[in-house]
């Protein structure tokens, strides 16, 4: 697969969104490790994650500790494959998301995020959600303070305006690798932050590309063009939706959520699927 850089390192262009195998509606775990050997098999090395992707109310890290009993159970080479994943949300008892910023809360999750994955440094670790009640430094302060002790290896942010990213990299001296915001044919109010990551040279994480959970499977219906952009090129909406953004960006790397191998699969045959110019212009204004 083709693929693009985080920060120093280089990733698949299509990465895998871990969610959907760890809030409600999962799969069983032989199925949810089946999912992600789909996407190490179809090449991808890049794997979203969060403390936080866990049913409520405090079951925290199931996502790390699946991801990690996936990556240890692969029969192949897994070297390659960059874990992301994120602290500063939370799960209320009931069942809906809460965020906490607060820096000596960051520094505890990305101990235990450590323990739960296994690792001595985290691949790339993101500040999940600016949380209203601490201020934004503050917050990305404690980032700083992980990487400066070498806890974690790179730095991302995730649902960020552009004032958020600049101050992010401020504060963490110029060493913001990615940002993580919302993207897909139904969202596109993040392309202000798409074209500021451009200028500055950071990764931006699409999130929920295809409309989120339960929203995926009808994004032909909702978005009728993408559909017909796929009837002529005899592939699925979805693999329209992910080929249209990675054009958008040398930068854009799509994080598709899966609970099968079928959509991993297709999902990560995105980067293959070339839309000319004119598919590109129409599905702009779809
Ligand atoms: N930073 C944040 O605040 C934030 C928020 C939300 C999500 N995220 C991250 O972004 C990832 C992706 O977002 P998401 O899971 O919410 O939404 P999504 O990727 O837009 O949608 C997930 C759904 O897409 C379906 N799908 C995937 N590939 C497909 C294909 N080729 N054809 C048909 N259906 C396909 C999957 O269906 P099946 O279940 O049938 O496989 C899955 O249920 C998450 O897993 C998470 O890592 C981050």
């Not at 990305?110 to 296994?118: A, D, I, N």
């Not at 303070?145 to 960020?160: E, H, T, W």
């Not at 500055?200 to 295809?210: E, H, R």
């Not at 293959?272 to 590109?280: K, Q």
């Amino acid at each position: 697969m083709q693929s693009r850089p985080v920060g120093d390192v280089q990733v698949s262009a299509v990465g895998l969104g871990e969610m959907p195998l760890s809030i409600e509606g999962r799969p069983d775990e032989r199925r949810s490790l089946a999912t992600i050997h789909a996407a190490l098999d179809a090449g991808v090395t890049l794997i979203d994650t969060a403390n936080s992707y866990h049913l409520p109310p405090d079951e925290a890290g199931h996502g790390e500790e699946l991801v990690a009993r996936a990556l240890a159970a692969y029969g192949g080479d897994t070297s390659a494959v960059l874990v992301a994943t994120k602290g500063g949300m939370t799960r209320t008892p009931d069942g809906g998301w809460g965020t906490d910023g607060r820096p000596d809360y960051l520094k505890r999750c990305c101990e235990e995020s450590l323990k739960r994955l296994g690792v001595e440094a985290i691949g790339l670790y993101q500040h999940h959600r600016p949380d209203p009640d601490v201020p934004y430094a503050e917050s990305i302060g404690a980032i700083r303070d992980l990487l400066d002790a070498g806890k974690i290896l790179r730095a991302g942010i995730s649902n960020a305006t552009p004032e958020h990213i600049r101050e992010a990299n401020e504060v963490l001296g110029g060493r913001l690798v990615s940002v993580q915001n919302r993207f897909s044919p139904v969202f596109r109010s993040s392309e202000p932050e798409l074209a500021l990551c451009d200028s500055m040279g950071l990764t931006f994480l699409a999130y929920s590309p295809l409309g989120g959970i339960g929203r995926a499977a009808d994004l032909g219906t909702r978005v009728a063009r993408f559909a017909e952009v796929a009837r002529s090129h005899g592939v699925s909406p979805q693999r329209v939706a992910l080929a249209w953004m990675l054009a958008k960006s040398p930068v854009l790397v799509p994080i598709p959520g899966s609970t099968r191998p079928e959509t991993v699969t297709d999902s990560a045959q995105a980067p293959e699927l070339a839309l000319s110019a004119a598919e590109l212009a129409r599905l702009d204004t779809a």
